[in-house]
């Protein structure tokens, strides 16, 4: 069972309506058949998982159309808790960007490149 924060609402308004839809229907699909597991640190056991399925996770395809496709699911990454061994509470939905603006703010650097970003 998904219970979704004012925070996570919050945010889900700001995306578009399809993608809204997608995001949430795959969090009710993945996040309760994902293993609880916090990272070392993590405040008040919040996990985070990309807005897409296990299923989706697995494929190359959603890959190789991020660039082609805009904005989609796999651009938004749910953070949530475990609420018993049943449910979670989903308490913030990020984009990519959002994530990479808050790096900037706290490190003060520009966010890592990804590998195939990187100059030889």
């Known amino acids: 069972m ?3 924060s004012e925070q996570a609402q919050a945010h889900l308004q700001g995306i578009d ?6 995001v949430r229907s795959n969090a009710e699909v993945t996040l ?3 293993q609880p597991c916090a990272w070392t640190g993590s ?3 919040i996990m985070w998982h990309r807005g897409i399925t296990h299923e ?3 494929s190359v395809e959603w890959l190789e159309q991020e660039e082609a496709d805009g904005v989609q699911p796999w651009d938004y990454y749910l953070f949530y808790r ?7 509470e989903v308490v913030a939905v990020l984009s ?3 994530i990479a603006n808050m790096w900037v703010r706290i490190t003060g650097e520009d966010p890592p490149k990804a590998a195939d970003e990187q100059q030889l």
């Open 2 to 4: 998904a219970v979704w």
């Open 43 to 45: 405040a008040h056991g």
């Open 96 to 98: 990519t960007q959002q």
């Open 56 to 58: 989706e996770e697995h």
């Open 82 to 88: 475990q609420l018993n061994p049943e449910g979670f």
């Open 17 to 22: 309506p399809d993608i809204r839809r997608q």
């Open 32 to 34: 309760p058949d994902t």
